[in-house]
């Protein structure tokens, strides 16, 4: 029997970063070559079972003995950990590739997503989560027909690899600074308002500045863990952005104005204070997190919040536009989106005394990680360039 508190600074508990098992008991007559199936060693746990260690195919185990003062591993590629089997490997450039891919495929829990992640075929993917999961003698991904999920070893090996990992994406995004032409990719989670306000205007630009530069965005008004979900930064208006994050101020702030056509309002009539929406048909608005929206106004030191009735719900600017400008009804929208429907005369601003302004849109992302140099460029570029004003 070997006390693994008097092995703290061996190989094998090095492998994890502390002491995982409380002893280790060899085979009274342990076999120099086992074969396949072969029990090499039983390891007691904390507060755990016993479990059997056994040899594995393509393994090459050695015999491995008490005496061994440095406890050199039961095989080569072999360390323990709680509360399964860690294999300690030999960082190779597949073990490195294969690691990213297995994240990806645990962020995006399915692997066409995280094949278009890294531009890569699920089924490459397959083939290499497999070659990985083979190599380390153990499964890493439950996969059915609808989903993806991390086995118990999966988890370990995620919680193990993740921060190793981005620290090296991270490294990678500080030498960007050294090199005459900076390159890499930036993966942004953006609303839609601010994919056509902001980036619209900007991104030819940067792309004539930064030719090795990739935008990556993902346009969606859905409040989500922009950061979990492997982006970069997100773009979102001010007072939505969760506390934990740095934010950067990209616009000004943002007059919310309501308008209509001339058609509608000539049938419908012209609204003289907000609470007169009560009577009209209006384009409702369901935030990112299904809330439905109330229209704020305001004059003075009055603050006005209204549930608005309507029979068309909508949650992004674009359709609602569509809507706006056929007729369907009153529509409640950031003023720099509408403004060049009021100066062509397609739709008529209303109850312009009481519109409301609130916070612009807002650059943010992790306060733990390192700012990525394209990030950083493109901040720059938008408060350089000012597509919605000073």
Not at 9 to 35: H, N, T
Not at 277 to 294: K, Q, T, V
């Amino acid at each position: 029997m070997i006390d693994m508190a008097a092995v703290a600074g061996s190989s094998v508990s090095k492998g994890v970063g502390r002491v995982v098992a409380e002893q280790i008991e060899l085979p009274a007559d342990p076999d120099p070559d086992p074969g396949d199936g072969d029990v090499i060693a039983i390891i007691q746990y904390p507060r755990a079972s016993k479990r059997m260690i056994r040899s594995a195919p393509g393994y090459g185990c050695k015999r491995y003995r008490e005496a061994d003062v440095d406890l050199q591993p039961l095989c080569p590629t072999i360390a323990l950990y709680v509360p399964l089997l860690e294999i300690h490997m030999q960082l190779s450039r597949a073990n490195l590739a294969d690691f990213v891919y297995f994240l990806a495929i645990a962020r995006n829990q399915s692997f066409s997503r995280a094949g278009l992640e890294l531009d890569i075929s699920a089924s490459a993917l397959s083939h290499a989560i497999k070659g990985l999961e083979a190599r380390l003698g153990v499964r890493l991904l439950n996969r059915t027909t609808r989903s993806v999920t991390l086995t118990a070893a999966g988890e370990e090996l995620h919680a193990l690899i993740s921060k190793p990992i981005e620290e090296i994406d991270q490294a990678m995004h500080v030498l960007n600074r050294f090199r005459d032409e900076p390159t890499g990719r930036v993966r942004l989670n953006v609303l839609s308002d601010a994919a056509d306000l902001l980036l619209g205007p900007v991104l030819p630009i940067f792309n004539d500045r930064y030719p090795e530069m990739e935008i990556d965005l993902t346009v969606t008004n859905r409040m989500i863990d922009v950061i979990g979900g492997g982006h970069d930064a997100g773009i979102r208006y001010g007072g939505t952005v969760p506390e934990d994050m740095i934010a950067q101020r990209l616009s000004p702030d943002i007059r919310w104005v309501v308008a209509g056509t001339a058609d509608y309002l000539q049938r419908f009539g012209v609204p003289q204070h907000p609470e007169d929406l009560m009577s009209h048909r209006c384009l409702r608005i369901r935030l990112g997190n299904d809330r439905m929206y109330e229209w704020e106004f305001e004059k003075g030191d009055e603050q006005l919040a209204i549930a608005v009735p309507g029979v068309i719900t909508i949650d992004e600017t674009r359709i609602g536009v569509s809507l706006l400008r056929h007729g369907a009804g009153l529509m409640y929208a950031p003023e720099p989106v509408l403004k060049p429907l009021i100066e062509s005369g397609q739709v008529i601003r209303i109850l312009d005394d009481w519109a409301s302004v609130a916070p612009g849109f807002h650059m943010y992302y992790s306060s733990h990680r390192q700012l990525p140099m394209g990030l950083r460029l493109l901040i720059d570029l938008i408060r350089e360039l000012q597509p919605m004003g000073e």
